[in-house]
């Protein structure tokens, strides 16, 4: 059986924490601990610094090319000869106490002869002290190993950790930060392994000889890298914020309230975290507006998950690869996690696949139901009828909205928030009523699609946009209200069963 010592987003002290569980694994006389971990140089300092507080236990680390570093005696032994490594290993004195940190050794655990020494080590270890630790960059134990494995998961940095590495390099430098320098770009390197971190302070050094405010582009940069390297979420970018959005009031007022729920104030008057919002509607209704807008007015990251990405061929690869977006996910808190078109990746016709799909989701709606982290997830759908029951449930969502069609008012709201993003010259120069009347039954996604279609005809023609522009293109547009009637219908006689609010208080 896996033992997996997980631990969830924790700002400050998560390598404290990740020492009392490693010490109370290594006192227990757990034989074997697999740690999931890229980060090689801090695994090894925290596993240093357990077997100093366990009684100055020997520690042995061991690499392919380098062989055994401990003990002296011993050094170069076993190198290119990871069966070797455990030889040396169970053949120290009796009562010598020691570790065995090593490195890449997933290579070779699917060797037969490797894996059963390791069942044979698991046994003959649990009178001694002495334990194996297994550095690997992902959680694929062979079946035979499961049993006789204890898995501990390495969180990325905690704010305290960066905190006291960024301290020490500037202090280094001569330049040290005040507590408000320290704090921004400690907040801002959330969600960055030490390396990279190391490697941004490394750059600002080369440039500027101190660490500033200045670095946070970099750190920024650095951050859409790490993102992009682990092929599951999406670092997007948001320039409008609420105010950017036409109609929706309901739903803009109840994001209002919650703007500032994030801070330490709202903690200490009891609130807990607000765990997000579920967005339903046909396509052009300002769902993806909304999720952008939301990051960029409440000053956080927006990651986007594409669910399809979350599905591997390897037999129990998507769910790990769940547990590693969750991971980011919570490292890079606060932050707003948009899953976008959720229904087509958990809906009905995604459950032909051995059950995956609902392992995935049943894991991904765990989280949501108890996590304590800051991460606001926004969940869109363009419908109800793939979307799973388990995810409309209370409890998974703080509120479950409706996007309709806009209303005449909103129609008019939003080809004045689109004049001005587009040509803010005319906004004041057009009767937008009637337009707006040309305009019934259409998205806001349709409203821009006129607005842009009409001043390709005026420019073509070497004039200023006109109000008969705009009728012309509407009359030339088919919107969605009259190709998808049906669907519409059946969305708002859903939503009136008291299943979902209103985003703009139709009705």
Known sequence: MVITERQGHDSSGSDASLLSQLDLLLRSRSSILWIPTREEERLETLVREAARRLGDRLLMRWDFVSGLDAPSNRCGEAARNPMAALAGFAGLGEDQAA????????????????????????RELRSKPRTLVIAAPGLNLPPELEDCVSVLELPLPGREEIERLLNGIAMASGHGLDADQLELLSRSCSGLPEERVRQVAARALAQRGCLGAEDLDDILEEKRQAIRRTQLLEYCD??????????????????ERRRRAFSSEARSYGLPHPKGVL????????????????????SMPLLRLDVGRLFAG??????????????????????????????????IDSRSDGGTSQRVLASLLTWMAEKQSPVFVVATANGIEHLPTELLRKGRFDEIFLLDLPDRAERIEILQLQLVRLREGRRDQLDLSAVADACGGFSGAELEQTLIEAMYLSFSEGRELAQGDLISA??????????????????????AGGRARSAAGHG
């Open 474 to 495: 509407a009359r030339q547009l088919v919107p969605l209200s009259r190709t998808a009637r049906e669907q519409l219908e059946q969305l708002k006689q859903w939503a």
């Open 238 to 255: 948001s320039d409008r914020g609420i105010e950017a959005i036409g109609g929706l009031a309901v739903l803009k007022d109840w994001l």
């Open 99 to 122: 570790i065995l940190l090593l490195l890449d050794f997933h290579r070779y655990v699917e060797d037969a002869a490797i894996s059963r020494r390791l069942r044979n080590l698991a």
């Open 314 to 347: 390897l037999v129990g690869a998507s769910e790990a690869r769940t547990r590693d977006m969750i991971r980011t996910a919570e490292a890079m808190a606060p932050c707003v996690l948009w899953i976008d078109e959720i229904d087509k990746g958990f809906g």
């Open 279 to 298: 967005l339903i509607g046909p396509q052009g209704t300002g769902k993806s507006l909304t999720a952008k807008a939301i990051a960029r007015s409440w």
